[in-house]
């Protein structure tokens, strides 16, 4: 396999660049990313889009700075043409700074989930991300667990509101 200090790194193979950028993920190597990304690279998550190499590493920081021992295995991973399928789960402890205005408070995080990307020339042009974020918040503490007391009451309350705009439209 070629490295991306290797002048061949834009005939790697895409199923094989993207292997690597997971392997350099996980070492937590943002300047080595760099060489993955295309300059005008698209991240499109479920919570937000950033283009370009500067914001798509900016997330990866504090990412990193939020779960310090951050780890993304790589499931599966299946390639067609220039997209790549990876099925992949993070795991790591959220003990270090804020997330996306976030606290971390030290849990222990498993979160699921699938990227599409896209590999031209050898570099990554665009990325789709696709997780549980109700699992996630779930876990983080952000939502009460599924089937507690305030989870019940407030799907409750959601209810309540819904049938009373129902109501109201009515009117």
């Excluded at 937590?28 to 005008?40: G, I, M, P, R, V």
């Excluded at 997209?83 to 971390?104: D, H, K, M, Y």
């Excluded at 599409?116 to 009460?144: E, M, S, W, Y």
Aim: charged content about 25%; aromatic content about 12%.
């Amino acid at each position: 396999m070629t490295t991306t200090s290797d002048p061949a790194f834009a005939k790697t193979e895409p199923v094989e660049l993207v292997r690597a950028l997971f392997e350099t993920l996980n070492r937590q190597d943002l300047d080595a990313l760099y060489e993955y990304w295309a300059d005008d690279i698209v991240n499109d998550w479920p919570f937000a889009t950033f283009r370009g190499r500067a914001e798509v590493r900016g997330y990866f920081k504090e990412l990193f700075a939020a779960v310090p021992d951050c780890q993304i295995h790589v499931e599966k991973i299946a390639g067609e043409g220039d997209s790549v399928f990876v099925r992949w789960r993070l795991n790591g402890t959220a003990t270090g700074q804020p997330w996306r205005g976030i606290e971390c408070n030290g849990t222990r995080l498993e979160v699921h989930g699938v990227d599409c990307f896209t590999v031209r020339n050898g570099k990554v042009v665009r990325n789709i991300i696709i997780f549980d974020q109700l699992d996630f918040a779930r876990q983080i503490g952000l939502l009460p667990p599924e089937g507690s007391f305030i989870d019940q009451m407030g799907l409750k309350l959601y209810n309540a509101s819904a049938r009373l705009k129902k109501r109201l439209r009515r009117r």
